[in-house]
């Protein structure tokens, strides 16, 4: 699943088209990637520019010139794509942005998004800012900030991370390389963590996620930019999809625990309880 690093390349990758540009005409091939029900998407976007594009945690956030805004969210399959108008439609396309670009061209760009399993969607969020109930962006975490965060909950480590009202944009991939190299175990107690601990962590995760961003993010089946082109970052997961390799730091066979519900990598030697 697409999380932060991939989530922001994609926008990065369409800002340059997208950012200014006019809204010619918005298609969807199916009403029900559309929340909330009976939306008219197509009525509240065409004849408008596009005033900003951004991400808050796993969410593309597009807002228009008159404060209205919506967020597309990739889910497992999701994926963005800048094409020209000749290509033909791939199978799962749901909705087709055709923009005006503003830079003078005047040639029509589309944007096209599929998503065979359709985990994501796209969010109408009228003048309404983006849901309060989201947690922090990593990025601009302080330790207090996180310590604070982690402080509420009895929940192991590793799910407390992927809930975005803990902290909004991480998912497996980037939780896993966190803990790793953080040396803290996936079923430690988040509220048990000290300050130290914390502050370690809460270090990794943005080294973690900025290595990745450099990198434009992991692609393991689906996931490209706007481009169409994968994330390089796969090549350099040290536990994440390593199950029985050796670990980097210490050679120990990486094992795999599932924890609620979703795959764990980690290090028994490094990663201590
Ligand atoms: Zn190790």
Redesign the pocket.
Known sequence: MPELPEVQTVVDTLRPVLLGASIVALHLHRQDIVSPQGTDLSRCCTGRSIHAIGRRGKRIVITLDDSNAFYIHLGMTGRLCLTRHDEPLPPHTHMVLTVLPDNRSGKQCLVRFTDPRRFGGIWWMGDTPCDEKMGPEPLGMTPRRLARQLSKTRRIIKSALLDQRVIAGLGNIYVDEALHRAHLHPERISAELTLPEVARLNRSIKLVLRRALRHKGSTLRDYVDAHGQPGDFTRLHRVYDRTGQP?L??R?AIQRLVLGGRSTHF?P??QTV
Do not use: L, S
Request: glycine share 0%; hydrophobic share 0%; aromatic share 0%.
């Open positions: 670990c730091t210490c120990t290090c030697r490094c």
